[in-house]
């Protein structure tokens, strides 16, 4: 099975006025069609396809967007607002962000009120989420080409085009008496690496433009299972600090390769 994230910001604003005449029906009408896609398709017949759309904080529609899942609306995909560095510092500080549209502004609105909305979605119905531009684009190793999306659970940003074999290494299988062996996780995660490097290679895809991405860039995503599981059987806390330490001994090795 797989997915696909989509970012509708380059779309124009619902009654933005076409250069053909007439007026456009808005980015979340198009979100309405991939919705419905998503509904349609069953992957092998038993389990529906996956989506996420995302839209820019700065976006005419971003209230309408985060306020859907509230609404029964785009009930087929996962909803992330794309957000920045600045604009979480406006939220917090009480500052106002421009909603605009290429160079057209439409208005002037407070920051915390977008992230108020949006806390209440995620609380409510479980999105909107949010993907962080700055620090998504921090570890992009091609500067030229900024990563605006990512794949339908948010795990893996990647490149127009870009698609993830993703794989999952059952952490609690490294528990020996009561100590973790990270060197032994650290060779597994190395080997799934491998093997997920061979799959890109070996995979068909439907797409010219997908085949030159993987090709190039070799996107993978080896994450881990069993975490909770993990922590009870070393007797560690999940909100404590050997929890946190615990955790960088397991990203140590991700970091460094």
């Not at 349609?40 to 985060?66: K, M, T, W």
């Not at 952490?171 to 008496?177: Q, V």
Request: proline fraction near 5%; aromatic fraction near 12%.
């Amino acid at each position: 099975g797989g997915g696909v994230g989509i970012n509708f910001s380059a779309l124009r604003p619902k009654d933005s006025p076409l250069s053909s005449g007439g007026y456009s029906s808005g980015a979340i009408s198009f979100m309405h069609l991939f919705d419905t896609i998503t509904e349609v398709v069953r992957q092998g017949g038993f389990r529906r396809g996956a989506s996420l759309f995302s839209l820019d904080y700065s976006h005419p529609e971003i209230f309408n967007f985060c306020r859907a899942k509230l609404t029964g609306d785009l009930t087929n995909a996962n909803l992330s607002v794309l957000v920045t560095d600045k604009f979480m510092k406006k939220a917090v500080n009480g500052g106002q962000i421009e909603l605009k549209f290429g160079n057209q502004i439409y208005t002037k609105v407070r920051a915390a009120d977008i992230l108020d909305l949006v806390s209440l979605g995620t609380w409510i119905r479980g999105d909107p989420g949010l993907l962080f531009y700055d620090r998504i684009n921090q570890d992009n190793k091609n500067k030229e080409i900024p990563i605006i999306t990512t794949n339908p659970c948010g795990e893996v940003p990647l490149f127009p085009y870009g698609a993830c074999c993703l794989g999952s290494i059952n952490i609690n299988k490294f528990i020996e008496g009561n100590e973790f062996n990270f060197t032994k996780f650290y060779e597994v995660v190395k080997l799934g690496g491998r093997a997920l490097a061979h799959i890109n290679i070996l995979n068909s895809y439907p797409l010219p433009q997908i085949q030159k991405v993987m090709s190039e860039f070799q996107p993978q995503g080896i994450g881990i299972m069993g975490f909770a599981d993990t922590l009870i059987m070393l007797g560690i806390k999940y909100d404590s600090e050997p929890c946190l330490e615990f955790i960088k001994q397991l990203g140590k090795y991700y970091v460094q390769g």
